[in-house]
């Protein structure tokens, strides 16, 4: 089974502190990928990445960044925190998209306050 | 991406088959049928994916109508564990940068 794992499920941080998401997949996949998940608003992309050191913008990156040094491993980085980033935030991998229209799997999240 | 059409909410017997129903009638033809769940704090659970031929795993069958305009997850024993919100995603694959994007869901609710 494929398995995304996110290292925190809840974190407290203050307004202005440096907050790092971790997420590590093992099943080799190509793509990575960090969403927030808002009641009212869904699913929305933040970053996405194909490959190592790649990465591409997705629909909300303002205020955050992501590294991804290691293929298993994909980080999402709030520069400066601020509360309206209080938010679940959900990780997942799949393997690179061709004729099979690979799924993506998802991490349990990480539900983030921002006081 | 199509668009996807589930009723809000749904509620079946605990052991009976929870047919869930998804329209997407402007799908194209390179465009898959997913659906995942969310059982409440968790993240989205993959349950099956198809394009054309109906599909069954572990999990649920997936039935595609032959003009591919709507869809049906079938859970055949459902338990109390399968309560949960249910999406229904149309997405083309092989595209960059694909996102999921997850519509409101069909919120089921087994009962005992």
């Known amino acids: 089974d494929v398995k995304v794992t996110q290292s925190s499920r809840y974190l407290v941080k203050r307004t202005g502190e440096k907050v790092f998401l971790e997420c590590v997949q093992d099943m080799d996949h190509e793509n990575m990928f960090w969403y927030r998940q808002d009641p009212g608003l869904g699913l929305r992309l933040i970053y996405f990445s194909y490959d190592v050191k790649m990465k591409e913008k997705g629909d909300i990156p303002e205020g955050y960044s992501v590294s991804r040094e290691k293929k298993e491993r994909f980080s999402l980085i709030l520069e400066s925190a601020s509360t309206n980033q209080t938010s679940m935030y959900l990780c997942a991998s799949s393997l690179e998209p061709t004729v099979t229209g690979q799924p993506q799997h998802f991490g349990d999240g990480t539900r983030l306050s921002i006081l | 991406d199509a668009k996807t059409t589930q009723p809000p909410s749904m509620d079946c017997a605990e052991g009976r088959a929870a047919n869930l129903p998804c329209n997407h009638s402007?799908?194209?033809?390179?465009?898959?049928v997913y659906w995942y769940r969310q059982i409440h704090s968790q993240g989205p659970q993959y349950i099956i994916h198809?394009?054309?031929n109906n599909e069954t795993n572990e999990m649920a069958s997936l039935i595609i109508t032959e003009d591919r305009k709507s869809s049906t997850l079938i859970l055949p024993h459902a338990t109390l564990r399968d309560t949960a919100v249910y999406y229904c995603?149309?997405?083309?694959?092989?595209?960059?940068?694909?996102?999921?994007?997850f519509g409101a869901g069909t919120r089921l609710f087994v009962k005992a």
């Open positions: 402007t799908i194209s033809g390179n465009e898959y």
């Open positions: 995603i149309v997405r083309v694959a092989g595209t960059g940068g694909f996102k999921t994007i």
């Open positions: 198809g394009l054309k």
